[in-house]
């Protein structure tokens, strides 16, 4: 490598993933293009098999080259930055525990409990911790110590126990993941994720102490997430550049806990199930933005849409997995 891509070169190569005359839109992705325009949330979809792209099309919204705030899906992205932190020996293990790694981020007057939470019970978000998350959020983030915040709070659940869906966890772990590398999360974000695949990952929202959010917040173009899930797809490499071990991949997608609100399996920060018959890895982020890794049919899809509109499962989101399901049945 001759040096740091450019900003220029940056987007040029995050927009060459979506170049395609349109002839090369098979008719056969018509129902999927029928499907995608009736859903007035649904702002760009992007379908890549076996690396290429298959499709690209905006509906409405932001153009396709322009980072969008991806929400939760930042949550996937922390989690993928903590395998590359465990590749890199600078954690030890999934099991390595809080009161190990930092301790200096443990408030005082917290539960005897916190210092062993380990980065297994954040990265599923199983601390036992009060949620952040849902009408919890604005409370938490008017705090003066986001982290603190985090960490002072009743323990709900056993640590290790059920899922407790919250942001606190992801930004608990990112704050972790900066200590014990020295690097702030955006810094780690585009050396070790935006450089080798070539993505724009512009800076995002920080806390009252200056850490970047872990857990929501991060922008990326739709080429951006398909980058990134193809990265997963291939075991953790992309264009012959190890990013991730191919371990790491393959245990991000083992099931380890349950979404208390959708039932999909969730493994190291990605959600897990079956459509049309086949597996597939989700990275979800508040009103549908959705990275979407069908492993068995080579598919990788992006999906962004407004991210001030709620997408419950039984609402818009669920469109949005009929929509999927749409689309492999035509892979």
């Known amino acids: 490598m001759t040096g740091a891509p450019t900003r220029r070169t940056l987007l040029a190569g995050a927009a060459a993933v979506l170049a395609l005359p349109a002839r090369g839109q098979s008719d056969r992705w018509a129902p999927v293009i029928e499907a995608a325009e009736g859903l007035d949330q649904l702002h760009a979809l992007v379908i890549a098999l076996d ?98 915040d985090a960490l002072g709070r009743d323990f709900v659940a056993e640590p290790g126990g059920r899922m407790l869906y919250s942001t606190g966890s992801f930004h608990v772990l990112g704050a972790v993941l900066s200590e014990v590398t020295g690097l702030s999360l955006l810094d780690q974000a585009r050396q070790r ?64 806990t349950n979404s208390p609100f959708s039932g999909m399996g969730y493994g190291l920060g990605w959600f897990l199930g079956q459509i049309g018959g086949h597996d597939y890895a989700l990275a979800r982020g508040y009103g549908g933005q959705v990275i979407c890794v069908v492993p068995d049919l080579d598919m990788t899809l992006a999906i962004t849409s407004d991210p001030n509109r709620p997408a419950r499962s039984q609402g818009y989101f669920g469109d949005l997995m009929s929509l999927i399901e749409t689309a492999v049945s035509v892979a």
């Open 193 to 256: 994720l935006g450089q080798p695949l070539g993505i724009e990952i512009p800076p995002w929202t920080r806390d009252p102490q200056g850490r970047y959010m872990g857990g929501n917040q991060m922008a990326l173009t739709p080429a951006g997430m398909i980058r990134f899930g193809e990265a997963f797809r291939q075991d953790g490499t992309w264009n012959g550049t190890r990013i991730l071990s191919a371990g790491w991949v393959e245990d991000s997608w083992e099931p380890v």
């Open 51 to 148: 690396g290429q792209t298959a499709l690209e099309r905006r509906f409405r919204g932001p153009a396709l080259g322009q980072p969008v705030n991806v929400k939760s899906v930042s949550k996937t992205v922390v989690a993928a930055l903590t395998g590359v932190a465990i590749d890199r020996g600078e954690i030890g293990s999934l099991d390595a525990t809080l009161g190990e790694l930092a301790p200096q981020l443990i408030p005082s007057g917290a539960d005897p409990r916190v210092p062993g939470l380990t980065i297994l019970d954040l990265v599923t978000m199983r601390a036992g911790l009060e949620r952040t998350s849902g009408s919890n959020y604005g409370l938490w983030i008017s705090s003066s110590n986001w982290v603190a």
